[in-house]
């Protein structure tokens, strides 16, 4: 197996930068395509078989050197009670958002081992069939609440931050429970073979830096001071202004999105790796400026211990198959 990733996670010295990419699982790949004519997103990650199968077709189409577990941030609302579904074009659709302090009580105690056993058997099976380390996953507190009171995926978040603001007795007591799931369900993860682990805040982006350290950051550093030990990477988008933060709260790898240049992201998390930090949108297009653009931020590491190479967020249904593989060969070359 080789663990170039896991070293360059713990910025121990390796043979050359590691690369994967977040979504790699799914969306551009035809033979993901195919599945999913016949399953559904969940009906997928409730299968291990099916599941395992999914979370390794990019390991062999593009030669990453991490394969992440193919399931959605928002499988443990299954556990908490919460009716939802996965609509396409959409994303996650919670039948009954949470918008008064009476609705936090109703969310039940999330229970992995009982409440999305299957999602443990397919790491399992990964994990004996990966020629690569195998990423578990979690939402962030706050993206995940999120979810639960906008309802849906949202642009402004005005709803989720109003009811921060307006009621910080239920706010506390719903940040303390979902971190208490994430931690559960990620220890739960590397007990049935994960060897990395990678925390989503896909919204903390619509936060301002006080209100993230007011709000958000105690939980996070909870959150990563309970986890397992193994490496860990804390990723967010439109984080440029919370970055200091982000890297008080923890992981040992910080993920960047395409809104920074990576050394200067680099500067200012100090001494720990970096993930990053290609637009999606830049890889989904003509192979000349991904190309460029890659040629550039390897550039911007400088060959410094600790970097993954990956996207800023997730691969576009639409990225041509052989970009991402001309990009794991591109900064293997490289860097080798």
């Known amino acids: 197996m080789s663990d170039r990733f896991l070293l360059a996670c713990r910025s121990e010295e390796v ?11 799914g969306r551009c790949l035809p033979e993901y395509r ?4 016949h399953h559904s997103l969940l009906e997928i990650v409730r299968q291990p078989e099916l599941c395992t199968e999914v979370t390794l077709q990019p390991v062999d189409r593009f030669g990453v050197d991490a394969a992440i577990v193919f399931s959605d941030i ?38 992995p081992h009982s409440d999305v056993a299957e999602l443990f058997a397919a790491i399992d099976l990964i994990r004996r069939a990966s020629a690569v380390p195998v990423i578990g996953f979690a939402g962030a507190p706050f993206t995940l609440a999120a979810y639960l009171i906008e309802g849906r995926p949202s642009r402004r978040f005005h709803l989720v931050k109003g ?34 682990l990678q925390v989503f805040d896909s919204w903390i982006g619509a936060l301002s830096p006080s209100d993230y350290r007011a709000s958000i950051q105690p939980h996070m550093e909870r959150l ?29 790898v910080i993920g960047l999105d395409w809104r920074i240049d990576l050394d200067r992201g680099w500067e200012i998390v100090g001494d720990r790796g970096i993930q990053g930090n290609l637009d999606p949108v830049v890889a ?46 591109l900064v293997h070359e490289e860097t080798a």
Request: glycine fraction near 10%.
């Open 163 to 196: 009811f921060m603001h307006q009621h910080p007795g239920a706010w506390r007591r719903l940040m303390e429970q979902l971190t208490d799931a994430t931690i559960a369900y990620l220890a739960a993860q590397v007990e049935a073979g994960a060897q990395a």
């Open 34 to 37: 195919a599945i999913r004519k």
């Open 224 to 252: 990563f001071g309970s986890l397992p030990p193994v490496p860990t990477i804390h990723f967010g988008t439109d984080t440029a202004g919370l970055l200091p933060s982000l890297a008080e709260a923890g992981g040992d």
């Open 284 to 329: 989904a297009g003509p192979w000349e400026v991904a190309e460029r653009q890659t040629r550039a931020i390897l550039a911007a590491a400088g060959g410094r211990r600790g970097h993954v190479f990956n996207l800023g967020h997730g691969v576009l249904p639409h990225t041509p198959v052989d970009n991402l593989k001309r990009l794991v060969e």
């Open 74 to 111: 928002t499988l443990p609302f299954l556990g908490l009670g919460v009716q939802f579904e996965i609509q396409s074009g959409v994303g996650p659709v919670v039948e009954s958002p949470l918008r008064e302090p009476v609705d936090v009580e109703r969310l039940s105690v999330f229970d």
């Open 15 to 25: 043979d050359c930068t590691p690369v994967w990419f977040m979504r790699q699982a």
